[in-house]
């Protein structure tokens, strides 16, 4: 059973933009801690942004700082990915997870602590 769902991939210029957005018909996603990684082709994946359960904080990778926006829409139950200012080496699969905060294990934005996966979605910037 797919847990998540990630959407708004797609082909996007340098300097454009793009938002991504994760949804689940399981999960209340307010309640949940999410978060962004991406894997590029050849490459690890790796954090791009998560936000928390609670009071909403939020981190950024330093590579996406100040250019991704990461939120909650609560009344549509998705936690979204604004992307500004695309650059060719934003190219790669998003995947969006979560865990509860009844699971989490004080890991902080890792892999690790995220229960629950999308599939993916490609993102691919270039001219």
């Known amino acids: 059973q797919v847990q998540l769902v990630e959407s708004g991939g797609g082909l996007v210029q340098p300097g454009g933009s793009l938002r991504l957005s994760c949804t689940s018909s399981?999960?209340?996603?307010?309640?949940?801690?999410v978060a962004w990684f991406r894997q590029a082709p050849g490459k690890e994946r790796e954090i791009v942004s998560c936000?928390?359960?609670?009071?909403?904080?939020?981190y950024y990778a330093d590579s996406v700082k100040s250019r991704f926006t990461i939120s909650k829409d609560v009344l549509l139950n998705t936690v979204n990915l604004q992307m500004s200012s695309l650059k060719s080496e934003d190219t790669a699969d998003y995947y969006c997870g979560a865990v509860p905060p009844a699971l989490m294990s004080g890991r902080g934005c890792t892999e690790e602590e995220y229960d629950y996966w999308g599939q993916g979605t490609q993102v691919t910037v270039s001219s």
């Open positions: 399981i999960f209340t996603l307010e309640y949940y801690a």
């Open positions: 936000i928390s359960a609670s009071d909403g904080s939020t």
